[in-house]
C-alpha cells in the first residue's frame, strides 16, 4: 500500500515510523524532516496548500493519506481529498471543529448532555469580557480562540495574578496587540492534574490508547511560559501513577459520547481524537479536543504499538475499528529545545546528534523544528526534537532518556524532571490532596 503523512514535525516522524516497515512510504512536508526524509520519498511544500498536497497524492497513486496537523484539517484537506477518491485518516472540516471551534465543541456537550464540560463564555468584545471578570467568582483561565498551538494560553494563579490581570490580558488579545486573535474563551480553572487520552476513531467507533501526561511549562518545576510540551510520560497497564481504571474509563466515556454527538451534528469523525482532561475532585473534566496526535504524546504510544499501524488506518477508513493493542511499558519522552526557547537566541546555529549512541541505549531521536543543511541539523526557534526511551516502569525509561540526552550538543536544553521519581510523586501527592 502507498501511504502519504501530511506534516514536518517529531509527531508526524513517529507516525512514518510506525508505519516504514509495512507500506510504501510518502510524505509531504513544510521542511525536509531529516529523520523522515531517511524512510520515505517526499516533497517539499506548505502543508496548507491543499490543492498541491490533492495533486501530490494522486500523481503518486497514494491510497491512504495520514494528517498529522490541525492547521491542513481546518483547511479541508481530508474534504480534498476524499472528492479526488483518496481515504484519509483525518477529519473533515466540519468533524474537525471539534478541535478548530471551541464553542462548537462546548455546545455539543450541552445539547448532548455530556458530563465532565466546565464553565466558558467566548469573546469578542473587550466591554463584555471585563464585565464578566468584575462578576465571576472563580479563577479563570484565558485562550485565544482559532489555532495557536497552545501558546497564548494564560492561567491566573500562573502567569496572571487575578482575575484583573486575566481582564488587562482579554482586552489585549481582543485588541490585537498579541497578534491578531480577535477572540477569547474564558474558562473556569480546573484544580486537579492534567492527562491526555488519545483514540483511533473510524465515524463510530473508538479504541483509546495508553493515557499521557505532558509537561506544558518550558522550564522545571513547571515555571515559565506554557509551550507546546517539553516532555511526557505514560505508564505500563495505560493508566497513570494518579489515575486509577475507574477515571479513565469515565474519560473514555466522554470521548465516546463526543465522537456520537460529532456524527450526528456534522459528519462521522474519522482519525485521532485528542482528549485533554483535568482529574478533579469531581472527575475527568475536559479541557480542549484535538483533531489530530498530540505532540510529544504522539511519540509515547506509537512505539508501543502491538497491532500495526497500517492495519488501523485500514480499518478507520473502512469503518471496522476493532481492538487495538500496545506493549505493556512505561514511556518517556524529552524534548530538546534551543536555550532560552520559547524566546531563543540560538535559532539557526548548528547542533549535533549522535542517533547511532542514542539507539544502542535504546532510546529513539524524533526530529521537530531543525533544518537539515549540508553541514548538519541547525535549531529553528522552535522545539527540535523528541527522545523516547520505553521501560518496565516509568523511571527506567527516564534514565534511558536522560542518558541518550547526552548525545545531543550544542546551545540546547531540555526539562530533567520529566519523568523523574520526585515529579511523578508530587503529582500523586497533588491527585491525593484534592481527592481527600
Ligand atoms: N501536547 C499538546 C498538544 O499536542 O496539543
Do not use: W
Not at 511544500?45 to 497513486?61: D, F, I, L, R, W
Not at 445539547?111 to 464585565?131: A, P
Not at 541505549?361 to 523528541?386: N, P, Q, T
Amino acid at each position: 500500500m502507498k501511504v502519504l503523512v501530511v506534516g514536518t514535525g517529531a509527531r508526524e516522524h513517529a507516525i512514518a515510523d510506525a508505519l516504514k516497515d509495512d507500506v510504501e512510504l510518502y510524505c509531504y512536508m513544510s521542511k525536509v524532516n531529516p529523520g523522515i526524509s531517511q524512510i520515505a520519498k517526499y516533497k517539499q511544500g506548505n502543508e496548507g496548500e491543499v490543492e498541491k498536497v490533492v495533486e501530490y497524492a494522486k500523481e503518486n497513486e497514494i491510497d491512504i493519506v495520514f494528517i498529522g496537523p490541525e492547521a491542513p484539517l481546518e483547511k479541508g484537506i481530508v474534504d480534498e481529498l476524499e472528492k479526488n477518491g483518496i481515504k484519509c485518516v483525518g477529519p473533515t472540516k466540519s468533524a474537525a471543529r471539534i478541535e478548530t471551534d471551541k464553542s462548537f465543541m462546548r455546545k455539543l456537550f450541552e445539547d448532548y448532555e455530556i458530563e465532565g464540560s466546565l464553565v466558558y463564555k467566548v469573546f469578542d468584545n473587550s466591554g463584555d469580557v471585563s464585565k464578566f471578570l468584575d462578576e465571576f467568582d472563580r479563577d479563570v483561565v484565558v485562550k485565544p480562540v482559532g489555532l495557536t498551538g497552545g501558546k497564548g494560553v494564560k492561567i491566573v494563579g500562573d502567569h496572571l495574578k487575578n482575575n484583573e490581570e486575566a481582564k488587562q490580558y482579554s482586552c489585549e488579545v481582543i485588541d490585537n496587540v498579541m497578534g491578531g486573535f480577535a477572540q477569547v474563551i474564558i474558562e473556569e480553572r480546573l484544580i486537579g492534574e492534567e492527562f491526555t487520552i488519545q483514540a483511533f476513531c473510524d465515524g463510530k467507533n473508538l479504541a483509546p490508547m495508553p493515557a499521557v501526561q505532558d509537561h506544558p511549562h518550558a522550564f522545571e518545576g513547571d515555571n515559565g511560559a506554557i509551550t507546546g510540551g517539553m516532555g511526557s510520560y505514560s505508564d505500563f497497564g495505560g493508566l497513570l501513577p494518579f489515575l486509577s481504571q475507574e477515571n479513565y474509563d469515565k474519560a473514555v466515556t466522554i470521548m465516546k459520547n463526543t465522537l456520537t454527538a460529532i456524527a450526528s451534528e456534522a459528519e462521522p469523525y474519522k482519525g485521532i481524537l485528542y482528549g485533554q482532561f483535568m482529574l478533579t475532585s469531581d472527575g475527568p473534566r475536559l479541557i480542549e479536543y484535538n483533531a489530530r496526535f498530540g505532540d510529544p504524546e504522539a511519540m509515547n504510544v506509537l512505539p508501543l504499538l502491538k497491532t500495526p499501524l497500517i492495519d488501523i488506518c485500514k480499518s478507520i477508513v473502512d469503518g471496522t475499528l476493532g481492538t487495538v493493542e500496545f506493549i505493556d511499558k512505561a514511556s518517556v519522552c524529552k524534548y530538546i529545545v534551543p536555550d532560552g526557547y520559547p524566546e531563543t537566541q540560538y535559532a539557526g546555529e548548528l547542533i549535533e546528534v549522535d542517533e547511532k549512541s542514542i539507539e544502542k541505549i535504546g532510546a529513539k531521536v524524533f526530529y521537530a523544528a531543525v533544518g537539515l543543511e549540508d553541514d548538519g541539523i541547525h535549531l529553528s526557534s522552535s522545539r527540535a526534537l523528541g527522545i523516547v526511551a520505553s521501560g518496565n516502569n516509568i523511571s527506567q525509561a527516564e534514565k534511558i532518556v536522560e542518558m541518550a540526552c547526552e548525545f545531543v550538543k550544542g546551545n540546547v536544553y531540555h526539562r530533567r524532571d520529566v519523568g523523574t521519581e520526585e515529579l511523578v510523586n508530587k503529582r500523586v501527592e497533588h491527585m491525593k490532596e484534592i481527592l481527600n
